[in-house]
């Protein structure tokens, strides 16, 4: 038997129509079919981005502001005939389009995806302005789309077929309009009735039905019609055309069938983590105990016997076992922030870096290295992940280092206002190994390492976790360099929180 995801994946990257669904208040883009790619024009590599990342040209068109309408309120978003303007090869240029934005509904019947259709109609809306036979060419453009066009005459009910109209409807001879209705399941003809009804009032008629076909099985369909009326205002001719949308239809059922297993098998996995994490820091507690359990036992027996280099060594000891035992615990609660909420405090940032400078100061002695830092603001936030964020990033200023040359570290911030939102922008610049502009972005993938674990030790989670912390917070980090001359980091952080958790 074919693998039902190969079929569904050839259903999607063969079929013409664009298509792409979206998560997230980003509207993430999770799927994005060739022929959507293609109508986008930015390349290939367009999964997982946000969709204005990957149009910014739309910023200002209502396309980003009605998908997200549809992700909030369940409600489909249909427009037919739209202008979009986008940037193709450099170069703004202006399409029309039918488009559609369809919620996604799990199996508790709560949102989690929008599905994004479209059909390019360029061709039609300027020939409809450039020649006085713009029905006819309509019609062919239907025609050639697979569409069937209709023209009911509402006094004697009889209808004028073309294209593919009577083999979506399967029928092989002239039909009255009441036949048509006969064909439609029972449980749509109310529906059709009432699309009928609100047209004569709006001139215009669109609904999806299914078609049971002669032995019996169903098609959906979608029709749209407009009203003609003569002179006098009274209703005279329906035109209008049917589309075949069986295969959408079986698509959306089938996406969302697979989206339900996927969802499924990633909160399986997210609880064997989340108990993996649990065990893990459970097992690494105990020996944290028994190292200040028998490191007080030693100052408790022999502190009178101890040199002052002594003293200062079982310091060390006790401060490195205590912030141990705090990392633990942060990783352990970070772990858990599905399940458990942080607590936001007040946060002095120079406090944090100091604290950071003392946590690494073998490695700062080791390399010679030098940290200049500025006076930082402070904060609010979740301590144990902000001491983690930086912790991460001035680590790692040190770890890429140059063999020949001490490190250089400078830390310095700015404020800056983003919508309202008063924001510190903190700078993290090193003179290190640099980075490609080209990895800029592909740094915080979780596990993903531009350099073998021969040259520098690592699990290629650090980054990775950065960002998750940023984002939590309401920020954000980027980064940007020069191979061979150094990386620069730049952490956004909201100086206030509007909850008391995150």
Request: net charge negative; hydrophobic share 40%.
């Amino acid at each position: 038997m074919y693998d039902n995801l190969l079929l569904l994946k050839d259903i999607v990257d063969n079929t013409p129509l664009p298509t792409a669904v979206y998560t997230g208040e980003e509207l993430k883009i999770e799927l994005a079919n060739p022929a959507m790619v293609q109508a986008w024009g930015k390349g290939s590599q367009v999964i997982g981005k946000n969709y204005l990342d990957v149009l910014p040209e739309i910023q200002n068109q209502p396309f980003f502001q009605q998908a997200l309408g549809v992700l909030k309120s369940g409600t489909a978003f249909h427009a037919k005939d739209k202008q979009v303007d986008l940037m193709i090869d450099g170069v703004l240029r202006t399409y029309y389009y039918n488009y559609s934005f369809i919620p996604l509904f799990d199996q508790q019947g709560k949102i989690y995806a929008v599905m994004n259709t479209g059909s390019d109609v360029t061709d039609l809306h300027l020939a409809k302005q450039q020649t006085r036979s713009a029905e006819e060419r309509l019609r062919m453009a239907i025609e050639s789309s697979g569409m069937g066009t209709y023209e009911i005459d509402l006094a004697t009910k009889k209808i004028k077929t073309s294209g593919n109209f009577n083999a979506i409807w399967s029928i092989d001879r002239e039909i009255a309009d009441e036949g048509l209705i006969a064909k439609l399941h029972p449980e749509d003809q109310a529906l059709r009735e009432k699309a009928y009804q609100e047209s004569l009032l709006t001139g215009k008629m669109s609904y999806q039905a299914r078609i049971i076909n002669d032995d019996g099985s169903i098609k959906w369909v979608k029709i749209n019609g407009k009203i003609v009326k003569d002179e006098k205002g009274n209703p005279m001719t329906i035109i209008g055309i049917i589309e075949d949308i069986h295969e959408q239809k079986q698509f959306e059922e089938e996406l969302k069938k697979q989206v339900a297993e996927s969802t499924q098998e990633l909160r399986r996995s997210n609880d064997d983590l989340l108990h993996f994490a649990n065990v893990v820091s459970h097992d690494l507690k105990e020996p944290i105990r028994k190292i200040k359990t028998f490191n007080s036992l030693l100052i408790n027996e022999y502190k009178t016997g101890f040199n002052e280099n002594s003293k200062k060594f079982i310091q060390k000891i006790e401060q490195s076992a205590q912030r141990m035992q705090n990392i633990i615990e942060g990783i352990l609660a970070y772990s858990t922030l599905d399940k458990k909420t942080q607590p936001i405090e007040k946060i002095n940032l120079d406090e944090v870096v100091e604290s950071i400078k003392t946590d690494l100061e073998l490695i700062i002695k080791e390399k010679g290295a030098i940290l200049i830092t500025s006076q930082l603001p402070d904060i609010e936030g979740a301590p144990i992940l902000i001491q983690q964020l930086f912790y991460n990033l001035i680590h790692n200023a040190l770890k890429f280092s140059k063999a020949d040359e001490p490190p250089r570290v400078i830390i310095s911030f700015a404020g800056v206002n983003n919508q309202g939102i008063d924001l510190v922008q903190i700078t993290i610049k090193d003179n290190g190994i640099g980075l490609d502009v080209i990895h800029a972005e592909k740094i915080f993938n979780a596990f993903e390492r531009l350099h073998s674990k021969d040259q520098y030790e690592g699990n290629g989670l650090g980054l990775a976790l950065c960002r998750k912390i940023a984002k939590r917070h309401g920020g954000n980090i980027t980064a940007t360099g020069e191979k061979d001359n150094g990386a620069e980091f730049i952490v956004s952080l909201p100086l206030r929180q509007n909850t008391a958790t995150i």
